[in-house]
């Protein structure tokens, strides 16, 4: 225990006959106004939302020493983040949903799914031959815990997984071979997080590498992508595409990302389906437990300083 009473907020109701009862817990969900005693919480569960509010109170919490958040990525928290507090993120929660939708994107893309539906609106039947999934080299790129899902999730498939990560270990190439190995793959998969080595990653030369007829799929951040780059590769015909991120995101109605050639989208939905509220809570009360007996926490993706 850091002391006693220990201030948390936590966003859902429901969790507070399981945390401990050292703990004295305020909930807190991002739509209602906040509890009184800003001053004293020190260990805040952020809300599951894009609204910033919830994050402009961080700089406010003079006792805070760790925040929590429901996602994974974590980007968007570090301009309110006190150098002093610790911030966890959450590291297992979303693996299964955003690696199902990965491997979604790349059947639909292959087979051809958004044509069919199309296809069905005007009554057209579209009997061609499609790219199969099988006998195809796959590319991870940010073999975490996205990244393994995804491949877990490709064991049946019958291709071959290269993987990337920021530093080599076993089966795994370090981003420094990635420009070696993009001429193999048929199928990119961007899992990496969003951070000053990955932003704008996938440029001009990155596309330039990857082999005619290519699929590049991001459930990553919409920023590791130069959008740019991109629209030019599939305005030419040469690379195809699947986005459940964006930059803009989402995009203005007149952007051409809507309409760009070989482009199929979805709207930022890895991580949002129904595994993630039980998997969420999980995660919160057992961080919780191990906050009030002094125990490591798990998932630290920056540690306080000072």
């Not at 990965?102 to 057209?124: H, K, N, Y």
């Not at 530093?167 to 899992?191: F, H, K, Q, S, T």
């Not at 080595?197 to 799929?217: K, N, P």
């Not at 709207?267 to 509220?277: D, E």
Request: aromatic share 6%; proline share 9%.
């Amino acid at each position: 225990m850091y002391g006693n009473p220990v201030s948390v907020w936590v966003p859902y109701a429901e969790l507070l006959p399981e945390l401990p009862a050292s703990l004295e817990v305020d909930v807190y969900d991002g739509v209602q106004e906040p509890p009184k005693g800003l001053d004293e919480v020190e260990l805040y569960v952020a809300p599951y939302t894009f609204d910033r509010a919830p994050l402009e109170l961080i700089p406010k919490m003079s006792a805070l020493r760790v925040v929590q958040t429901l996602t994974a990525g974590y980007e968007h928290v570090l301009p309110y983040l006190p150098d002093s507090v610790t911030l966890c993120n959450a590291g297992g929660v979303h693996d299964a949903s955003t690696a199902e939708l990965a491997v979604t994107l790349i059947l639909a893309s292959l087979r051809g799914i958004p044509d069919f539906v199309r296809g069905q609106d005007v009554r057209e039947w579209r009997f061609d031959r499609y790219d199969a999934l099988a006998d195809k080299t796959v590319l991870i790129v940010g073999y975490g815990g996205v990244g393994s899902a995804v491949e877990r999730r490709l064991a049946g498939f019958e291709v071959e997984v290269l993987r990337v990560a920021r530093r080599a270990r076993d089966g795994v190439a370090p981003l420094a071979e990635l420009p070696a190995l993009l001429p193999r793959a048929d199928v990119v998969v961007l899992c990496t997080p969003l951070t000053d080595q990955t932003r704008g990653l996938v440029d001009e030369r990155f596309l330039g590498l990857m082999r005619d007829g290519a699929l590049l799929v991001n459930v990553a951040r919409g920023p590791v992508v130069r959008t740019d780059a991109l629209l030019a590769e599939l305005r030419s015909g040469r690379l195809r595409a699947a986005l459940d991120v964006t930059d803009p995101e989402p995009p203005p109605a007149d952007h051409p990302l809507w309409t760009a050639p070989g482009l199929l989208l979805s709207p930022h939905v890895g991580g949002n389906s129904t595994a993630f509220l039980p998997r969420a809570k999980r995660l919160i009360v057992a961080q919780l437990r191990r906050y009030a007996a002094g125990e490591p926490l798990q998932s630290v993706v920056r540690p306080g300083r000072g």
